[in-house]
């Protein structure tokens, strides 16, 4: 919920590239993946539209700030708008990743293979509980929060994911923010404050299932 | 990824709510409820506003959709605009829902408080391994995908959470909309397709990691 930030192109001219556009090219990255499993070597705008639910005119918008891929009639080269979303996207390279709360919802993302299909690697892993500190887990031990500066330093982890209870998400987020961290994906279903300089994202996993109740019950009232 | 969806308030006139404002609503909610806990009885746009990202503006524009609640100079009361929120997202009653994939992911779910508090009650739980079948978890027991369309039936589950992997995750769909499910609730990276009718949220928590990401690097070019 923050506001729109303009994008800039590594190497090219400035490009107005929007979070909801960003967001848009993650779901087109996850279908052209897709269609370059099965083997497909072109794309056109109406699939990708369809496969997200957009129209094909918004697509064609969403990629124009990509350079111009796509030629009329013939349609996007897979491999070459992956390649092109990627780096727009900031993930043509690996991201170190620290989670800090080892509980279930820990357990599942440390396997959840998405993350490092798309360069998210986990490199450390943090919990205040005494009897988790120094288990293994994935390969990974465990650490105190004291050890975050240190380790968060050695392992060059930018991106740091949140999964202990609300009441202490503050308090482990200005940890992070303090060992450096870059960005924070917060699954604390908590508004959470970070200082200017640090990017954080918030996955409310109650407010998706409202928003499906929300359409369901648009549909009931039909 | 829906088109934005027009809203009816149930006991009024036609009201425009989109989906992203839906969105806002639900951050609203999360936020009043924190007012409430710390016995705050009236919020103002501004202060609702800063806690979600937006303006005053567009929170009062947000709000005007639910009647007339707030006064100027004085604010919102928190207790009426939280009723009027649940009101009009469809969470002024509870949810029966039914989990499909019994995981760690599922683990975690099963134990997230957020659901409850906000009327999302899990009544039934599938799994295909016939090692977690008969298993009982919180409670509830692990069923086969056989029993799916009976238990539905009896447990009056109208929403799915779908935490299985993606290479059966569009068969599992298939299997609750024939259980007559009303919406699912996606977690598998994978785009699925559902019949009129039936809604669908996806959450790939990899495009949340990608926006951190794109986010992250957006301030490092600056």
């Not at 729109?4 to 929007?18: C, F, I, Q, T």
């Not at 349609?75 to 800090?100: C, F, H, K, M, N």
């Not at 209870?165 to 992070?176: F, G, I, K, N």
Request: no cysteine; net charge positive.
């Amino acid at each position: 919920m923050k506001a729109e930030d303009p994008a800039r192109e590594p190497g090219g001219g400035e490009v107005r590239l929007s979070r909801a556009s960003a967001g848009r090219l993650s779901l087109y990255l996850r279908r052209l993946e897709g269609f370059r499993r099965e083997g497909s070597k072109k794309i056109s705008s109406g699939q990708l539209g369809e496969a997200v639910g957009v129209t094909d005119a918004q697509v064609r918008k969403d990629l124009a700030h990509l350079g111009s891929l796509g030629q009329p009639g013939i349609g996007y080269p897979t491999e070459g708008l992956i390649a092109a979303i990627r780096r727009a996207l900031g993930i043509d390279r690996q991201w170190s990743v620290a989670l800090v709360g080892v509980g279930n919802l820990a357990r599942a993302l440390l396997r959840y293979r998405g993350f490092q299909e798309q360069g998210f690697r986990i490199v450390a892993l943090f919990d205040a509980d005494p009897a988790k500190i120094g288990q293994r887990l994935e390969g990974l031990e465990v650490y105190a929060p004291a050890r975050m500066a240190a380790v968060i330093a050695e392992t060059g982890a930018e991106l740091g994911l949140l999964t202990v209870p609300s009441e202490s998400a503050q308090e482990v987020v200005d940890a992070l923010v303090a060992a450096r961290i870059k960005g924070v994906l917060n699954f604390a279903p908590t508004v959470l404050r970070v200082p200017a300089g640090v990017s954080l994202v918030s996955v409310d996993l109650a407010v998706q299932l409202e928003q499906l109740a929300f359409l369901v019950q648009l549909r009931g009232s039909d």
